[in-house]
């Protein structure tokens, strides 16, 4: 079946620092991955959208200077959180859409904790 | 703009039996897709059931089906023989332009031996 992966699963930073959430689809070609950030007890919240060889389109109220995102190949899509204050601390999910298993849909990684101090 | 509504927060259900889930949604588009998606503890995203709008026959999912009203934009999962290790958050999702998901607020739903 259709894997994604997000690397790391945890990360833990101080207030200040950058960090680099990876999202890789493993056994097909993504052209499309969707960043989406959920707090405690919500919902999904999209924050961008990662096309590759192009420019992110980010949704009302997502800081592109804050929130960067990188589509550099049809399997990899990185989200860096710059200058991380503890606000930015959530749940981090990527999905990569692209045929798999002779399905067109969206796939789901596992999500990523960052937790900012 | 397309919005998606689900209205219970919070659902219990004793194993074994049987519990529904409610989604509602607003969409001006004729033809499109609905989406269930399960949400565990582990916070994986597990794609439960698809409904193609233009069918008219509910999708079903072994112990999981949809009852689909198309004209009053309604989508409701069912869920038969309740299992412990269906205990999970459920999100009713709609894809909106360029094929992001738009997700309804999700359903608690915990499972009681």
């Known amino acids: 079946g259709a894997v994604v992966s997000q690397h790391p699963s945890w990360v833990i930073c101080k207030s200040g620092t950058s960090v680099k959430i990876e999202c890789r689809s493993l056994d097909f070609q993504a052209t499309t991955m969707f960043w989406y950030r959920q707090f405690p007890k919500q919902s999904l919240m999209l924050m961008a959208t990662s096309n590759e060889g192009s420019k992110a389109t980010y949704e009302q109220g997502v800081e592109k200077d804050k929130f960067l995102i990188n589509h550099a190949s049809l399997t990899l899509s990185t989200l860096t959180v710059t200058s991380a204050h503890p606000e930015d601390s959530s749940f981090y999910i990527c999905?990569?859409?692209?045929?798999?298993?002779?399905?067109?849909?969206?796939?789901f990684g596992p999500g990523t904790r960052l937790t900012v101090t | 703009a397309q919005t998606v509504t689900q209205s219970q927060p919070e659902m219990s259900v004793q194993e074994a039996e049987t519990v529904t889930l409610s989604c509602t949604y607003d969409t001006s588009e004729s033809n499109y897709y609905l989406f269930w998606y399960k949400q565990p503890p582990s916070r994986q995203m597990i794609l439960v059931i698809r409904q193609e709008a233009y069918k008219q026959q509910n999708a079903t999912e072994n112990r999981f089906s949809v009852n689909f009203q198309k004209a009053a934009k309604s989508f409701s999962l069912k869920i038969s023989d309740s299992q412990l290790g269906d205990t999970a958050m459920y999100f009713c999702a709609f894809p909106a332009q360029g094929g992001k998901l738009i997700f309804g607020q999700g359903t608690e739903l915990s499972v009681k031996p």
């Open positions: 999905s990569a859409r692209g045929v798999a298993d002779g399905l067109y849909e969206q796939y």
